[in-house]
């Protein structure tokens, strides 16, 4: 998403771009790839799922960004959330059906509260900030699922998947570093 996001601004919004921070973001995209390994044995339905994710959310963002006050903040945030519920639905139909507990059940309500919360503070982040600096804070979300994703399955990624992180981490700087160095030279 933060690579996505800024290009996509760019291409579709007219947002300014430089040829350091498109060179970033392309080898920012290399790191991606580390990650995700096409072709490889973990690259499965899951990796395809995650990837349509960056999609549809860097969809959101645009759309949220460029339709200004036609929609509110929390009509953009339930489309996204409905948006998010048919598709899960159609994912579910090539799952078994298991009994889940009331354990289960009250996370899975905690974690619908907490992404309509999510959604509702990325829309009004998006829509009232620069689109390539607001996308910068999703770095957050790589070192989240570091964490969570070891605390709660026992999972680190490979050697690899560390170097895309860090590639993508590093190119994410970079080109925050060159969009604070370009708003320093823009006149008064």
């Known amino acids: 998403l933060p690579l996505t996001i800024p290009l996509a601004a760019f291409m579709f919004l007219g947002e300014p ?10 080898i920012g995209f290399v790191g991606m790839l580390l990650i995700v390994k096409p072709g490889s044995d973990g690259f499965n339905i899951y990796s395809l799922f995650c990837l349509a994710a960056v999609i549809c959310v860097t969809i959101r963002d645009l759309t949220a960004r460029s339709l ?3 929609l509110s903040s ?8 409905v948006g998010v519920f048919c598709a ?4 579910a139909m090539f799952e078994p059906w298991v009994a889940i507990s009331l354990t289960s059940w009250a996370a899975l309500c905690g974690s619908s509260f907490a992404i309509l919360l999510g959604y509702l503070v990325s829309v009004y982040a998006i829509r009232t900030g620069d689109v390539s600096f607001t996308a910068q804070f999703r770095y957050i979300g790589l070192i989240a699922a570091l964490i969570l994703g070891y605390v709660f399955f026992g999972e680190w990624p490979d ?13 994410g700087a970079f080109t925050l570093y060159r969009q ?3 708003r320093k030279a823009e006149p008064a």
């Open 17 to 26: 771009m430089g040829w350091r921070r498109l060179v970033a973001i392309l």
């Open 68 to 70: 200004g006050a036609k």
């Open 74 to 81: 929390q009509e953009m945030s339930l489309f996204a959330a």
């Open 88 to 91: 899960a639905a159609v994912a």
């Open 159 to 171: 050697r690899l998947a560390l170097l895309g992180a860090a590639i993508i981490v590093g190119t």
């Open 180 to 182: 604070r160095i370009g």
